[in-house]
């Protein structure tokens, strides 16, 4: 009888192993997770808020926000052992949203009465407020978990080099992501859950009826407060990414239980708070579509193990008749004929798989530019009777916008051509957003106008721009099926070229997506100079992002995939420059703004890396002819 090893881990299934004891990294970003879950726990107990104008924390929300600051820290130390991946995804998750709560808390030292915080304390007169010690117990709390989170990457890090990781009981999903092991439903709920959450923080935390205690949406919050979510925002987005491309199903269910738990703790603590804050406070629709999409992403996090265990078992159990099928063929009872034509079966319905995907990508694409195009069409606000409808010139950008991703949607319904045309799209579909952004901020200030509310083509655009986003992730669930194809042991050599020149494009797009695009001697277009930002400065600033974010992926493709992301966009800040002289005139001396030369100084450099591009394949091919 052989037994195992007292110094060597016990060998499971996707890195799960049992080492002989915790590692020193493991134990310190542990420790220092219960370190800072703990502060975060008892900083109401000590005093957030001092002076006449604060009274104590809802003892409701404090003891909800303490849970969720030491959830993740608890589970981490029951799975250490079993798998420190796990442990070590857990505590990145919850650290990456713990950086924007950080900020979050330096709102307690720069204004306290206007940070909203009920589980830290409530405000009831307009007296000065003073942050107590608790305060900086709270934000060195969360500094902790930031830290602890940083540990958890490393901890994640030295995993991922171990033999085993990222293995799975079906040879054919070993080193798969984990958004390919359980399935496209699941994962197309966590990115919808991630972008829901993002939305909703938009929206009201809390409703108020109390004169002192003020809400504010955040585009109209203080700079803390903003920047602060806004980090929570981008953590979650990010993080959900992350989680969904890693090839551990362990780590990527961490990733998602620890961020979504760092969610619930920001929107859960307010639902929490708002019920229990009395006549003159409830919860805002914002905080209660955030805290059920936290739910959902701590859920899917939660059944990643179970759903890639079953996808794998299924997959295991399929090709058991395959493997006696070609232990048949050794003996002679099976003809090479008939390998080669299972063979070619199981290509023809991954493809057909794929084209579903692109199929769908290209009707919703369709669907965002059509009602995007009806929304710019009908009204965009609902006048007194007798009162003219204003031109608001920001519709222009919309038609634009329609335009372009209803032609290069449709090219996804091309035969032997979505392939080529998908990742054209990867940004495209921005736009939309960015002008329905710009439609919705002089609508919003107009509606300050007694008598003025929305009109019908608000809420079209808004629709527009949830399906313009859900063809985003449409499109990257069909770049996910396209690259299960790929032979992934052949490894593309970065192009430099076009990582200096692109990504010098993109920083210099995103620029000028934050700078004015024109100006006058009083007014000036929407710009990051403007505080508070309005909502179509979000949606110029999306775009900068994505164009970003794609131009450092671009020269890590293959070079027809990185061609059509960079050709997406180029096309993609073509239009955002193009809006500049469609809105214009409604600054009579308006000239051309920083924003108009940054933005088309960063376009001619993305044009120019598609000629790099170009150029290298055209040698790559020449040197194989």
């Given at each position: 009888m052989s037994s195992t090893p007292r110094n060597s881990p016990v060998q499971y299934a996707d890195d799960v192993r049992l080492p002989p004891r915790v590692p020193p990294i493991v134990a310190l970003a542990l420790l220092v997770a219960v370190l800072g879950g703990v502060a975060v726990a008892v900083a109401p107990l000590i005093g957030v808020g001092s002076g006449q104008g604060a009274s104590g924390s809802i003892v409701s929300a404090s003891v909800f926000a303490a849970l969720c600051a030491l959830a993740v820290p608890a589970v981490a130390i029951g799975v250490c052992r079993r798998s420190p991946s796990l442990a070590g995804a857990l505590l990145a998750g919850i650290g990456a949203m713990s950086l924007g709560v950080a900020i979050l808390d330096v709102q307690l030292f720069v204004d306290a009465i206007d940070a909203n915080r009920l589980e830290l304390f409530r405000p009831i007169s307009a007296g000065l407020i003073n942050a107590g010690m608790g305060a900086y117990v709270a934000l060195i709390g969360h500094g902790l978990l930031v830290v602890a989170g940083g540990l958890g990457l490393v901890i994640v890090h030295r995993e991922s080099e171990r033999d085993g990781y990222g293995s799975a009981r079906a040879a054919e999903y070993d080193g798969r992501s984990v958004g390919a092991r359980i399935g496209t439903w699941p994962t197309a709920a966590a990115i919808f859950a991630a972008i829901a959450y993002v939305l909703a923080l938009f929206g009201p935390a809390f409703d108020s009826q109390d004169p002192i205690f003020l809400v504010r949406p955040l585009v109209d919050?203080?700079?803390?407060?903003?920047?602060?979510?806004?980090?929570?925002?981008?953590?979650?987005?990010?993080?959900?990414?992350?989680?969904?491309?890693?090839?551990?199903?362990?780590?990527?269910?961490?990733?998602?239980?620890?961020?979504?738990?760092?969610?619930?703790?920001?929107?859960?603590t307010r639902v929490v708070a708002g019920l229990a804050g009395g006549d003159r406070i409830g919860v805002g629709v914002g905080s209660i579509v955030g805290a059920l999409a936290a739910v959902v992403i701590v859920g899917i996090g939660a059944a990643v193990p179970?759903?890639?265990?079953?996808?794998?078992?299924?997959?295991?159990?399929?090709?058991?008749?395959?493997?006696?099928?070609?232990?048949?063929?050794?003996?002679?009872?099976?003809?090479?004929?008939?390998?080669?034509?299972?063979?070619?079966?199981?290509?023809?319905?991954?493809?057909?798989?794929?084209?579903?995907?692109?199929?769908?990508?290209?009707?919703?694409?369709?669907?965002?530019?059509?009602?995007?195009?009806?929304?710019?069409?009908?009204?965009?606000?609902?006048?007194?009777?007798?009162?003219?409808?204003?031109?608001?010139?920001?519709?222009?950008?919309?038609?634009?916008?329609?335009g372009v991703l209803l032609v290069a949607s449709l090219g996804l319904f091309l035969p032997g051509r979505a392939n080529m045309i998908r990742p054209v799209l990867g940004t495209l579909w921005t736009t939309v957003v960015m002008g329905a952004a710009a439609v919705l901020q002089p609508v919003v200030i107009a509606t300050d106008v007694p008598g003025v509310g929305l009109g019908i083509g608000v809420f079209v655009l808004g629709a527009a721009s949830v399906v313009a986003a859900a063809t985003g992730i449409a499109l990257w669930l069909a770049g996910t099926a396209e690259r299960e194809d790929i032979d992934t042991s052949v490894e593309y050599a970065v192009n430099r070229a076009v990582l200096v020149v692109g990504g010098i494009g993109g920083v210099l797009s995103l620029a000028g997506t934050a700078l004015p695009l024109y100006r006058g001697e009083r007014y000036s277009a929407a710009s990051v100079g403007d505080w508070p930002w309005g909502i179509n400065?979000?949606?110029?600033?999306?775009?900068?992002?994505?164009?970003?974010?794609?131009?450092?992926?671009?020269?890590?493709?293959?070079?027809?995939?990185?061609?059509?992301?960079?050709?997406?966009?180029?096309?993609?800040?073509?239009?955002?420059?193009?809006?500049?002289?469609?809105?214009?005139?409604?600054?009579?001396?308006?000239?051309?703004?920083?924003?108009?030369?940054t933005a088309g100084t960063g376009l001619l450099l993305l044009v120019v890396a598609v000629l790099l591009v170009r150029a290298t394949q055209s040698s790559a091919q020449a040197d194989k002819q």
């Open positions: 919050s203080p700079a803390a407060s903003a920047l602060g979510t806004g980090l929570v925002a981008v953590a979650l987005l990010i993080v959900t990414a992350v989680a969904l491309t890693s090839i551990s199903s362990w780590v990527g269910a961490g990733a998602l239980v620890g961020a979504g738990i760092g969610a619930l703790g920001v929107s859960g179970a759903l890639t265990a079953r996808r794998e078992s299924r997959a295991a159990v399929a090709s058991a008749p395959a493997s006696a099928q070609r232990g048949a063929a050794r003996r002679g009872n099976e003809t090479k004929s008939a390998r080669k034509a299972a063979m070619i079966e199981q290509a023809r319905a991954e493809q057909a798989r794929v084209r579903k995907l692109h199929r769908l990508a290209g009707a919703l694409g369709v669907i965002a530019a059509a009602l995007a195009a009806t929304g710019a069409s009908l009204p965009v606000l609902s006048l007194p009777e007798g009162v003219p409808e204003p031109s608001i010139l920001a519709t222009r950008i919309v038609l634009l916008a329609a400065t979000w949606g110029q600033l999306l775009v900068g992002v994505a164009v970003l974010v794609a131009v450092l992926i671009a020269p890590r493709a293959r070079p027809a995939r990185a061609k059509a992301l960079l050709i997406g966009s180029a096309a993609t800040m073509l239009a955002y420059v193009i809006s500049g002289p469609l809105t214009s005139s409604r600054i009579p001396d308006a000239t051309v703004g920083v924003g108009a030369i």
